[in-house]
């Protein structure tokens, strides 16, 4: 080589290994980031993205109750009525007069695992992690300043960056570096997920190692045990190498949480929330292990910012929440007005499942009932998704029954499999074996008329059984009109479907959201030769009326469905909504009987059934009678305190015939209508064991209106 060239090369190679070492910071090491991985039994967590159905935990206040029931399909909206007037007896209660606000609209009920098979519906948010629980150490106390800098860590495999800043907090006097804290951040990760990031703040400034290549998602922070928000970066900068970035807090309404261990009395840590959409499982003491659309937050210890973390906000979301060797908790918080909360875990064990045989069905269901409850509503219920190896977390010592099953549990489900356990201290063990289905099976199949004048953008066509021995909740199919092959009509446009492989046996066809449709035969061989032809199209004229007058009434929907006869399944009713907010409501039905019908909150249940001719007007009037009751709103000092999915409080008649029309939550109160005016027993549930319950107390309902009554709690 020439000796000329020596010394450039040389400078070129020494600004090479200078490079190399800055981008991996020579041998230091980098703070470690929590983790939860996604693809074993640890849990990724984390935002789960925006696409939930669920808003502010209004959805599903009912449990077995038919009161309640009637409420699931109700609409909230406001009483266009609403002074209010009339005095409790016992207790002070304070009853407020209300000008009209109206409450916040129910959202349609998101039940991705009880979904029939051949559905390809799916829940909103983000794929978490399979089962698994946040192992973060056996420590309950927080750790000390010297870890300043340093995120709390699990593992994290792929490549990292050091992200560092300054952290100022500003407020009417002005920006000032924050001394002291912690910052609460999230990364989407290809590989693993979604991994959450927790750091120290120190005297002014912070530190964290981040997977390199991601948005990096600045959630919220804590300082001085407050919760505070995220200004500035206002959105996810995309982290490629090391950098800096400053972060500017502000106060915030945040909801914050404290996590009490039953037994020390202490803030507990290696805590995990989970706000879980689907209707069944949020519903249960146990929701087991992290599925897909659940939203999940991890923190080494208490108390916890409740942010965007947890999905959307809302002003009564009911969460789960356990601690290493604690059980799981439910309690309903407020994410929009926010406020300070408390809940008090007992001591809690764990259950490992292993699966095997025939057991991945779809829509599959494990499930865990208390063995000494008459009942089968589960304690524990999720979904496998793909995973044989299953870990349950926070579990109460008892005797339970583990089952793998298919179908809604009060639904006479099919049980695929089914053990028996006692879970003491120690962490359990039960193996579920699945038989092989050795089911005979055939092809349905045909097309499906849609005649000029239906306008559908899209349809789904459910295929169900009707014959006897045939499971409803396995052997259901949903099939989209976006997966059929189509062809112009002389009448239409005519759709070509195929089932996937039944069971032999009778169907009924229903072509979605319309209602028609008709039973066919499957024969020994299978039947691809069914036609469905949908009738021509009938316009129809509802008008909403005040009960025995011709003065309209304004709800915010009415509702219509199909009448089928005895026997044959049929679909929800669809909403229909007025022009410009009038009590006129225009829709096109198919010719035949039909019911209309009204669950605004403003108003009682109403239904009405009416037949659909052509060549008439197919005018009709739907009588409302305004609704009466009362809606209860409960604080603890100046708190609102949301109702939690379980707290259904009694409302009894006093020397007269009321009952309950219908009940459940609504916005942050918990909404109770009766069928006629009269003085009421109110009596708050026993299941609030975290407050001390004031004696039951007589309330006087007015003919003409909703009372708002506001209790106030003391914690325990």
Aim: glycine residues 12%; aromatic residues 6%; proline residues 9%.
């Amino acid at each position: 080589m020439n000796p000329r060239n020596l010394v450039p090369a040389a400078g070129i190679l020494l600004v090479l290994v200078a490079v190399a070492w800055w981008a991996g910071l020579g041998d230091a090491p980098l703070p470690d980031i929590l983790s939860f991985e996604s693809n074993g039994h640890v849990e990724v967590d984390g935002e789960r993205g925006t696409g939930s159905g669920l808003s502010g935990g209004e959805v599903g206040d009912t449990a077995g109750d038919p009161a309640i029931v009637s409420e699931i399909n109700g609409d909230s909206v406001s009483n266009p009525r609403r002074v209010t007037s009339g005095e409790s007896r016992g207790r002070p209660l304070r009853i407020r007069n209300q000008g009209g606000t109206p409450a916040r609209k129910r959202p349609e009920r998101v039940d991705g695992g009880d979904r029939p098979r051949g559905s390809s519906h799916v829940p909103g948010g983000q794929p978490t992690g399979r089962s698994g629980s946040p192992s973060t150490g056996s420590s309950r106390r927080r750790p000390s300043s010297e870890t300043s800098g340093n995120s709390v860590s699990t593992t994290f495999t792929g490549e990292r960056s050091l992200v560092t800043g300054s952290v100022q907090r500003v407020d009417g006097s002005g920006r000032t570096p924050v001394q002291s804290g912690q910052l609460f951040l999230w990364s989407n990760t290809e590989s693993e997920g979604i991994v959450q990031l927790e750091t120290s703040i120190t005297g002014g400034k912070y530190s964290v190692s981040v997977p390199r290549g991601h948005p990096l998602n600045y959630s919220s922070a804590l300082v001085d045990e407050t919760p505070l928000a995220v200004i500035t970066p206002a959105s996810a900068p995309l982290i490629t190498s090391n950098r800096q970035v400053a972060v500017l807090l502000g106060d915030s309404n945040q909801p914050l949480l404290h996590v009490i261990g039953s037994d020390t009395g202490e803030e507990l840590c290696a805590i995990q929330v989970l706000r879980v959409p689907n209707w069944n499982r949020n519903t249960r003491p146990n929701p087991g292990w992290p599925c897909f659309g659940d939203y999940q937050v991890v923190q080494e210890c208490g108390p916890l910012v409740l942010d965007s973390r947890l999905g959307p906000p809302g002003p009564m979301v009911p969460i789960h929440v356990r601690a290493d060797g604690y059980a799981w908790g439910r309690i309903s918080v407020d994410l929009i007005g926010g406020g300070e909360r408390q809940i008090i875990l007992d001591p809690g064990t764990a259950l490992n499942i292993l699966l095997s045989g025939d057991w991945d069905r779809p829509g599959a269901a494990v499930r865990m009932t208390t063995v000494n409850e008459s009942s089968r509503i589960p304690y524990m219920e999720a979904f496998p998704e793909g995973q044989s190896n299953l870990h349950v977390d926070g579990v109460v010592p008892e005797e339970y029954r583990v089952s793998i099953e298919v179908g809604h549990w009060a639904q006479r489900p099919l049980v695929l499999a089914e053990e028996q356990i006692y879970i003491g201290e120690e962490t359990g063990f039960i193996q579920l074996h699945v038989e092989e289905d050795d089911t005979e099976r055939v092809l349905l199949g045909g097309s499906i008329v849609i005649p000029d004048g239906w306008y559908l953008s899209s349809f789904t066509l459910r295929v169900r059984p009707i014959s006897p021995g045939i499971s409803v909740q396995v052997e259901t199919q949903e099939i989209p009109s976006g997966t059929m092959f189509s062809e112009v009509d002389p009448i239409g446009i005519r759709y070509f479907w195929e089932s996937d492989p039944l069971p032999v046996g009778t169907y009924a066809l229903l072509v979605l959201p319309i209602g028609f449709g008709l039973n066919v035969e499957t024969g020994e061989e299978g039947n691809l030769d069914t036609e469905v032809i949908l009738p021509d199209p009938v316009t129809v004229e509802v008008h909403t009326v005040l009960t025995g007058t011709q003065y309209p009434a304004f709800p915010n929907l009415i509702r219509w469905t199909p009448v089928r006869p005895p026997g044959v399944p049929g679909v929800g009713a669809l909403p229909v909504t007025s022009e410009g907010g009038g009590n006129v409501f225009i829709f096109d039905a198919p010719i035949g009987s039909i019911s209309i019908s009204c669950t605004d909150a403003a108003f009682e249940p109403t239904y009405r059934q009416v037949q659909v001719i052509p060549g008439q007007d197919n005018v009709f009037n739907l009588e409302l009678t305004p609704a009466i009751g009362v809606k209860i709103y409960l604080f603890d000092g100046e708190t609102p305190i949301p109702w939690d999915i379980g707290w259904h409080p009694d409302f009894d008649a006093v020397e007269h015939n009321g009952t309950i029309v219908t009940r459940g939550r609504i916005g942050q109160a918990y909404r109770i209508l009766v069928s006629q005016p009269g003085t009421y027993l109110l009596t708050l549930p026993n299941e609030m064991t975290d407050f001390i319950l004031p004696p039951p107390q007589l309330v006087d309902v007015s003919s003409d209106e909703i009372l708002d009554i506001d209790i106030p709690l003391e914690s325990e």
